[in-house]
């Protein structure tokens, strides 16, 4: 299978900066994707990395290194609204474009 | 772009009866969608995919014929549960994809109780 491993839970405090790990399985792989999902609402695309290397989007970032089989979300000057949970999804050739879900990384901002 | 709706947003049943839940593509055409459902405090649990035109293809565990899909249009696709029971309470979510792109477009999910 194409498991997906990324930390339940973390916490941080009120403008700091924190980074979310995320493991995957490198055959046949394509992309990997980050999600934020507020309680009782639907996942928010957040990130698209295809490519070696870091992506930058305001306040947060995205790495991954395909030979590693590793990525990770960067959230910087962290805010109480970013307490949410955090989906890394892996897309596989070989999975009709299914999306590999992770078990979500619950971030718990604290003043 | 790229808006998918749900309907309802949420849906008191009772035991034994069925719920119709759609999911709409507002803005492209959605050539598979995908049937997710989530407990608290966990991940998304992929049900079913289904391409407009062909039989949804079911997810190991997942019953097909309690949990129907129809994807009768490239921007609607229905999730009927039927006979439900209380261990079906839970929140149900679709997401939609365009040609080759594996990125998903998310609705904003259906909050099923059943009494």
């Known amino acids: 299978g194409q498991n997906i491993d990324q930390p339940t839970e973390m916490t941080a405090t009120e403008g700091a900066i924190v980074q979310i790990n995320c493991t995957y399985q490198t055959s046949g792989f394509n992309g990997l994707f980050w999600y934020q999902q507020h309680a009782g609402e639907a996942p928010t695309f957040l990130s698209y990395n295809v490519l070696d290397g870091l992506e930058e989007k305001g306040r947060f970032s995205s790495f991954l290194s395909r030979s590693k089989g590793y990525s990770y979300l960067l959230l910087k000057e962290l805010q109480m609204k970013d307490s949410a949970s955090y989906l890394c999804?892996?897309?596989?050739?070989?999975?009709?474009?299914?999306?590999?879900f992770g078990q979500g990384t619950e971030l718990s901002v604290k003043p | 772009g790229a808006v998918v709706s749900q309907h309802p947003s949420w849906v008191i049943c009772k035991s034994g009866t069925s719920v119709k839940i759609e999911c709409r593509s507002l803005?492209?055409?959605?050539?598979?969608m995908f049937w997710y459902r989530q407990f608290p405090k966990q991940s998304l649990m992929l049900m079913a995919t289904?391409?407009?035109?062909?039989?949804?293809?079911?997810e190991q565990g997942v019953e097909k014929d309690k949990f129907l899909i129809n994807h009768a249009s490239l921007t609607l696709s229905t999730l009927t549960v039927t006979s439900a029971h209380p261990e079906d309470s839970s929140f149900y979510i679709c997401s939609a994809r365009s040609g080759g792109s594996y990125e998903q477009y998310f609705g904003p999910g259906t909050r099923l109780t059943v009494t």
């Open positions: 289904s391409n407009e035109g062909s039989k949804a293809t079911y």
């Open positions: 803005d492209f055409q959605a050539t598979t």
């Open positions: 999804a892996g897309g596989y050739y070989n999975q009709g474009g299914k999306l590999i």
